[in-house]
């Protein structure tokens, strides 16, 4: 929070220098300084710059840290900037050319030996997989990952290493077995002190629950996950937070709560350009909508989800299709 605080006090002076250091750093006749200046400032408030900075404007950040490490031959950095290029563009919606980017940059760490930067690549590339519904592809980079962070001690990693086959499991039908890898990242999530890492694990456990049918617990959860994602300024968290309180709602019958939920989630989803949420909470509020006798408003809203999900190319969008097809044929009758 103290760091997040200083950065919220400097933030122009922050984006005057990263204004500055990218006009002069990608010039022909660069400055050594001010290509190295340009190539640090992606990564050198990283976890502070996932949080404060539209996915858009960070993308432009690290296009030009790219160009300059690649003029300075800089083959650390350059492989740093792919896959946090492949991030930006994961968290958009576009997981293909995360792929594109996270195995361009696997391979230069490969050739380097960065064996940090390896492992975060591996685990980058599980997230685009499962993002593109084949959760079995993405659980074996996540275990390649798990293997990695573990040799180098990299604990943060272990963490996002647990969290995420975790994700996948519950896409395989497997809660339970979700469960499992959700409380050993949030063991260490909350043994390193890494807040984001404690509230998406939190989160987590809270959808675990819910599949296994216990809504109030999974309520518990969520209300955690939402209570730090507005302390750190978790912005995605936040809305992820808010869609599933609405879902866990939602199981218990309280359809005008879950609307309001689901509302308050796209409202965000829409500010940070988070396409999966929309797709997601769009969706959740034409079903709600239909339970509520609100045929209309249901099928406008399946139409706008099936619209966001055709864009990110989500392995959902046939789900949707369906219903909305079944809708319009029973609103046509």
């Known amino acids: 929070m103290h760091g997040l605080t200083l950065f919220d006090l400097e933030r122009a002076n922050i984006d005057t ?30 976890y502070m710059l996932d949080l404060r900075l539209h996915p858009r404007e960070r993308i432009l950040w690290i296009e030009a840290a790219l160009t300059a490490a690649r003029k300075m031959k800089d083959r650390l950095a350059e492989g740093l900037h792919l896959g946090n290029l492949g991030s930006a ?152 937070a808010l869609g599933n309180l609405g879902s866990a709602y939602y199981k218990l019958g309280n359809t005008r709560r879950a609307i309001e939920y689901y509302e308050q989630a796209l409202v965000i989803d829409r500010e940070i350009c988070f396409r999966r949420g929309q797709g997601l909470n769009l969706w959740n509020m034409a079903l709600a909508l239909d339970r509520l006798g609100e045929r209309e408003k249901a099928i406008t809203h399946a139409e706008a989800a099936l619209k966001v999900r055709e864009q990110i190319a989500s392995p959902i969008a046939e789900k949707v299709r369906q219903k909305l097809a079944e809708w319009r044929s029973s609103a046509d009758g």
Request: hydrophobic share 30%.
């Open 89 to 240: 563009y994961n968290v958009i919606g576009e997981p293909r050319k995360a792929i594109e980017y996270y195995k361009q940059a696997l391979a230069i760490d490969h050739e380097i030996g960065d064996r940090h930067g390896e492992g975060a690549d591996l685990g980058n590339l599980g997230l685009a997989y499962a993002n593109l519904g084949e959760p079995r592809k993405a659980i074996e980079f996540y275990e390649q990952a798990l293997v990695i962070d573990h040799e180098i001690g990299d604990r943060l990693g272990e963490g996002v290493d647990l969290n995420n086959p975790g994700l996948a499991y519950t896409d395989l039908g497997e809660p339970r077995k979700a469960t499992e890898y959700y409380e050993q990242a949030l063991m260490i999530d909350r043994e390193i002190g890494y807040r984001r890492g404690e509230g998406n694990a939190l989160g987590n456990l809270g959808t675990a629950y819910a599949d296994v049918g216990e809504p109030h617990k999974a309520i518990e959860f969520y209300e955690q996950h939402l209570k730090i994602a507005r302390e750190i300024g978790d912005r995605r968290g936040e809305g992820n």
């Open 17 to 46: 220098g990263q204004t500055w250091a990218a006009s002069v750093g990608q010039t022909g006749n660069l400055s050594n300084e001010a290509a190295q200046l340009c190539s640090d400032y992606p990564d050198a408030g990283a």
